[in-house]
């Protein structure tokens, strides 16, 4: 059997031409780990100290452990005081958010987050 050269073009094409808002990786991206399976426990847990609303992202700030930790996740309704579950995710220091003209000295992107009920 023979392959078409223009189909794994396109195929390759399709699949690159989905992208992230610039200087900000794609939403569900994750690193080390897979993403959770439907109904598995998200592992990761902390408390809503702030939230910022941005693109397609939610910007967390959050203490885990007793420590202060800035997350990114697909948008996600939270507010002061919630328990929010996330999953692990791709750490990036100094990034600079262009939507919100912010840089943060270490982020987590990840892959979801949700209110712990």
Do not use: C
């Not at 808002?21 to 592992?43: F, I, N, W």
């Not at 697909?74 to 750490?91: H, L, W």
């Amino acid at each position: 059997m023979r392959f078409a050269p223009a189909l794994f073009v396109l195929t390759v094409f399709s699949a690159s031409a989905i992208a992230a808002p610039s200087g900000q990786p794609a939403a569900g991206m994750t690193v080390g780990k897979a993403q959770p399976a439907a109904g598995e426990q998200l592992p990761r847990k902390g408390k809503v100290l702030n939230s910022i609303d941005a693109s397609i992202y939610t910007y967390i700030e959050l203490t885990e452990n007793g420590k202060n930790v800035w997350i990114a996740a697909p948008t996600v309704a939270v507010k002061k005081g919630d328990m929010v579950r996330f999953s692990d995710g791709a750490v990036m220091s100094n990034f600079h958010s262009k939507s919100l003209n912010r840089t943060f000295e270490s982020i987590v992107f990840v892959g979801k987050a949700a209110v712990e009920k």
